[in-house]
């Protein structure tokens, strides 16, 4: 199920409305709404049938509507928003339902301890209730969908939200297990019912949702685009790609998000909030600047916008709002031709921990790659095992990817054909034995005694700044090079902190004599090493692991790297290719964060805790002479600065680009149009 066009300049409208605010769409003027959108560039806006409370906002046989809605709000948003040219896809909150909830508690999810699950469980709490899919509660959302697809048969798209199942204790999961052989005690029987209520509740939606309409637009929202577990996509038209950098997603989220979902073949958006932190904020902003930033990221990225508002219960769009959202989607709007269609050029591809150990949401393999790649500017992608390897020039596989025969198999192939492989920590040994599937030409000892310990790399490849042994967080595996090259020697620390001995604050000092083991070990086209470096990255942020292991990677790619830069760490890039046009695209981005706030308790967020910060952009500061060299493209008859218009001078001999860019702000777009052939 594929979507033919995704607009790029879209609002995601909340409207979660409690039953004890009156006056529920007063102030909602047709006029004031079309022109605050149109005043704004926005393309599309997602609008409620149903909130998490569980009322409707239209007139339903189904469900029940807000007590203190006099009219039909949804078809009054629905019909200025048609009649402005504007898309409206339609949301329903699936997954939680506070009225249904209320109404038939035994709908409700329980978990194994016989409480019940949700955003709060005490009925002492506010919050929201998730509900059982198992359960009738599914017949009652399907038949809600249902009936808004069919009082909307021209709406742009079904938006369902929360979908997630954990307890699978109630009346109806218990049942399943038993008719099903699973023991309800095991927390992987539990497990596999869970899977089954998600699988019975796709089928029923999506069957649901297009039951006036084969080609209705669905998306199903749950926070985060699993990687790995691409056999959902077959209910997906689209995907988007929630990532509130304030809300507890952070900066770096979006990109590695992008950098998977490019490779699923589904269009998609990406979905900040125009909020200072999360959902469910009135009267919070984020600097504009920020908006501005966020922005041209996704557009870098290949990727449609949306931005997360709340409406005011008056219905009113916010004036502060929607000034914010506009010089942000003027910019998108202004750059769209050079977005459109693009496809990345990446040298790298990283399997991606996450789609290899199921892990959810938090993974510091992936998310430690995606930094040091980015922060070292290499062009890259993020893929599952059933992806395409060939086309990249290096395979990473981060920390914790033990291998299977069919995956053994699949890495064969690629390095028959060329590839090179670069494997960390625990990658590559065997998933059920304690060997190396791969010769990286080392012997191989087991998970070193010692943690943490040390590295001296070669010397062309430390951290510039160093020239004595660096201290590595985590484990290491003890490997002694045979037929490869030695790329550093371990040193051991005197001993592991523990009551019987330890040595000043933390850990003990490196011996000065190397333990004999290796840092690592490069044979043929295989190069791998000892530590997880890359989750190493993400727990600690060592910069000169990070330079590390940026030059390992640029000594393994050489000449066929494609991209050379001098910007900062925390500017991004991107490369993309437009077919159609001739042309490719290069993306340069930067906006300096700043951590602000202290302990902050968001109730219903999913920011919450002592200690949390916010990364905030206010400022938006230049960046000048960037030195950009590009090779292995075609023959280049114009560099441009777009949408500006502006030429660069630019040489291009012995298969290297090379222009430099005297001065950007934010982002900025260098076009670079083939030569035409005579």
Same mark, same amino acid.
């Given at each position: 199920m594929k979507l033919k066009t995704l607009p790029?300049?879209?609002?995601?409208?909340?409207?979660?409305?409690?039953?004890h605010i009156e006056d529920i769409g007063i102030r909602f003027d047709k006029t004031h709404w079309q022109e605050t959108l149109r005043e704004a560039r926005v393309n599309s806006i997602t609008l409620f049938s149903k909130c998490h409370h569980g009322w409707s906002y239209h007139p339903t046989e189904v469900g029940r509507v807000h007590p203190h809605l006099k009219f039909d709000l949804l078809r009054a948003q629905y019909d200025a928003c048609k009649e402005a040219g504007i898309a409206a896809p339609i949301y329903l909150s699936a997954g939680v339902d506070n009225l249904a909830g209320e109404q038939h508690p035994e709908w409700r999810e329980i978990d194994a301890e016989g409480a019940y699950a949700g955003w709060t469980a005490s009925p002492l709490k506010a919050g929201f209730h998730c509900m059982d899919f198992f359960s009738p509660y599914l017949d009652y959302l399907c038949e809600q969908i249902a009936e808004a697809a069919r009082l909307f048969p021209g709406c742009d798209g079904i938006f369902l939200d929360i979908i997630s199942q954990s307890g699978v204790c109630g009346k109806w999961g218990m049942a399943y297990m038993a008719a099903n052989d699973l023991d309800p005690e095991n927390p992987g029987d539990r497990a596999i019912a869970a899977k089954a209520a998600l699988d019975r509740y796709y089928r029923m939606t999506t069957q649901a949702a297009q039951s006036g309409r084969a080609d209705m637009p669905i998306f199903h929202n749950s926070g985060h685009i699993q990687r790995g577990n691409r056999d959902l996509l077959r209910h997906f038209s689209h995907l988007e790609l929630e990532s509130l950098p304030t809300g507890g997603w952070g900066y770096d989220h979006f990109p590695m998000s992008a950098k998977y979902a490019a490779n699923t073949g589904l269009d998609f958006l990406g979905m900040t909030g125009k909020f200072h932190t999360t959902w469910g904020e009135f009267g919070g902003f984020?600097?504009?600047?920020?908006?501005?930033?966020?922005?041209?990221a996704m557009m870098a990225f290949n990727s449609k916008c949306s931005v997360g508002d709340q409406l005011h219960p008056d219905g009113r769009l916010d004036a502060s709002t929607y000034g914010i959202i506009g010089p942000a989607y003027r910019e998108v709007e202004a750059r769209e031709p050079w977005c459109a269609g693009a496809k990345a050029v990446s040298d790298v591809g990283v399997l991606s921990s996450e789609a290899e150990i199921h892990s959810r949401r938090t993974n510091s393999a992936d998310e430690g790659v995606v930094r040091t790649l980015l922060e070292e500017h290499f062009l890259f992608d993020l893929v599952d095992r059933d992806m395409d390897f060939t086309r990249f020039k290096?395979?990473?596989?981060?920390?914790?990817?033990?291998?299977?025969?069919?995956?053994?198999?699949?890495?064969?192939?690629?390095?028959? !054909?060329?590839?090179?492989?670069? =494997?960390?920590?625990?990658? %590559?040994?065997?998933?059920? #034995? +304690?060997?190396?599937?791969?010769? $990286?030409?080392?012997?191989?000892?087991?998970?070193?005694?010692?943690?943490?310990?040390?590295?001296l790399p070669a010397e062309e490849l430390r951290a510039s700044f160093l020239a004595s042994p660096m201290v590595m967080y985590l484990r290491s595996q003890r490997i002694q090079a045979t037929t490869g090259t030695s790329l550093g020697a371990i040193h051991d620390p005197w001993f592991n902190r523990s009551y019987r001995h330890f040595c000043s604050h933390q850990h003990a000092p490196n011996r000065s004599?190397?333990?004999?083991?290796?840092?690592?070990?490069?044979?043929?086209?295989?190069?791998?090493? !000892?530590?997880?470096?890359?989750? =190493?990255?993400?727990?600690? %942020?060592?910069?000169?692991? #990070? +330079?590390?292991?940026?030059?390992? $990677?640029?000594?393994?790619?050489?000449?066929?790297?494609?991209?050379?830069?001098?910007?900062?760490?925390?500017?991004?890039v991107s490369l993309n290719h437009q077919a159609a046009e001739h042309r490719h695209v290069l993306h340069l981005l930067y906006a300096n964060t700043i951590s602000r706030g202290g302990s902050m308790n968001l109730s219903g967020g999913t920011v919450s805790g002592a200690g949390l910060t916010i990364e905030v952009i206010e400022e938006l500061l230049p960046l000048h002479e960037i030195r950009v060299t590009l090779r292995h493209l075609p023959a280049v008859g114009r560099v441009t600065l777009e949408p500006q218009g502006l030429e660069l001078p630019f040489r291009q001999?012995?298969?290297?680009?090379?222009? +430099?860019?005297?001065?950007?702000?934010?982002?900025?777009?260098?076009?670079?149009?083939?030569?035409?052939?005579?």
């Amino acid at each position: 199920m594929k979507l033919k066009t995704l607009p790029c300049r879209q609002i995601h409208l909340d409207f979660h409305t409690s039953p004890h605010i009156e006056d529920i769409g007063i102030r909602f003027d047709k006029t004031h709404w079309q022109e605050t959108l149109r005043e704004a560039r926005v393309n599309s806006i997602t609008l409620f049938s149903k909130c998490h409370h569980g009322w409707s906002y239209h007139p339903t046989e189904v469900g029940r509507v807000h007590p203190h809605l006099k009219f039909d709000l949804l078809r009054a948003q629905y019909d200025a928003c048609k009649e402005a040219g504007i898309a409206a896809p339609i949301y329903l909150s699936a997954g939680v339902d506070n009225l249904a909830g209320e109404q038939h508690p035994e709908w409700r999810e329980i978990d194994a301890e016989g409480a019940y699950a949700g955003w709060t469980a005490s009925p002492l709490k506010a919050g929201f209730h998730c509900m059982d899919f198992f359960s009738p509660y599914l017949d009652y959302l399907c038949e809600q969908i249902a009936e808004a697809a069919r009082l909307f048969p021209g709406c742009d798209g079904i938006f369902l939200d929360i979908i997630s199942q954990s307890g699978v204790c109630g009346k109806w999961g218990m049942a399943y297990m038993a008719a099903n052989d699973l023991d309800p005690e095991n927390p992987g029987d539990r497990a596999i019912a869970a899977k089954a209520a998600l699988d019975r509740y796709y089928r029923m939606t999506t069957q649901a949702a297009q039951s006036g309409r084969a080609d209705m637009p669905i998306f199903h929202n749950s926070g985060h685009i699993q990687r790995g577990n691409r056999d959902l996509l077959r209910h997906f038209s689209h995907l988007e790609l929630e990532s509130l950098p304030t809300g507890g997603w952070g900066y770096d989220h979006f990109p590695m998000s992008a950098k998977y979902a490019a490779n699923t073949g589904l269009d998609f958006l990406g979905m900040t909030g125009k909020f200072h932190t999360t959902w469910g904020e009135f009267g919070g902003f984020k600097h504009p600047n920020a908006l501005r930033y966020e922005c041209a990221a996704m557009m870098a990225f290949n990727s449609k916008c949306s931005v997360g508002d709340q409406l005011h219960p008056d219905g009113r769009l916010d004036a502060s709002t929607y000034g914010i959202i506009g010089p942000a989607y003027r910019e998108v709007e202004a750059r769209e031709p050079w977005c459109a269609g693009a496809k990345a050029v990446s040298d790298v591809g990283v399997l991606s921990s996450e789609a290899e150990i199921h892990s959810r949401r938090t993974n510091s393999a992936d998310e430690g790659v995606v930094r040091t790649l980015l922060e070292e500017h290499f062009l890259f992608d993020l893929v599952d095992r059933d992806m395409d390897f060939t086309r990249f020039k290096l395979l990473i596989l981060p920390d914790n990817i033990r291998q299977d025969a069919e995956l053994k198999a699949r890495i064969d192939a690629y390095l028959g !054909a060329g590839g090179k492989l670069l =494997l960390t920590g625990e990658s %590559g040994l065997w998933k059920d #034995r +304690e060997e190396f599937a791969f010769d $990286i030409g080392a012997a191989y000892s087991g998970p070193s005694e010692y943690s943490p310990d040390y590295i001296l790399p070669a010397e062309e490849l430390r951290a510039s700044f160093l020239a004595s042994p660096m201290v590595m967080y985590l484990r290491s595996q003890r490997i002694q090079a045979t037929t490869g090259t030695s790329l550093g020697a371990i040193h051991d620390p005197w001993f592991n902190r523990s009551y019987r001995h330890f040595c000043s604050h933390q850990h003990a000092p490196n011996r000065s004599e190397p333990s004999g083991f290796d840092a690592g070990v490069r044979k043929g086209a295989i190069t791998y090493l !000892a530590h997880p470096v890359f989750s =190493l990255y993400r727990l600690y %942020g060592a910069v000169a692991c #990070r +330079e590390f292991i940026g030059n390992l $990677i640029r000594s393994m790619l050489g000449e066929d790297a494609t991209l050379r830069c001098n910007l900062p760490s925390t500017a991004r890039v991107s490369l993309n290719h437009q077919a159609a046009e001739h042309r490719h695209v290069l993306h340069l981005l930067y906006a300096n964060t700043i951590s602000r706030g202290g302990s902050m308790n968001l109730s219903g967020g999913t920011v919450s805790g002592a200690g949390l910060t916010i990364e905030v952009i206010e400022e938006l500061l230049p960046l000048h002479e960037i030195r950009v060299t590009l090779r292995h493209l075609p023959a280049v008859g114009r560099v441009t600065l777009e949408p500006q218009g502006l030429e660069l001078p630019f040489r291009q001999e012995a298969g290297a680009l090379t222009f +430099e860019v005297e001065k950007f702000t934010c982002h900025q777009i260098v076009s670079l149009s083939e030569a035409k052939r005579s």
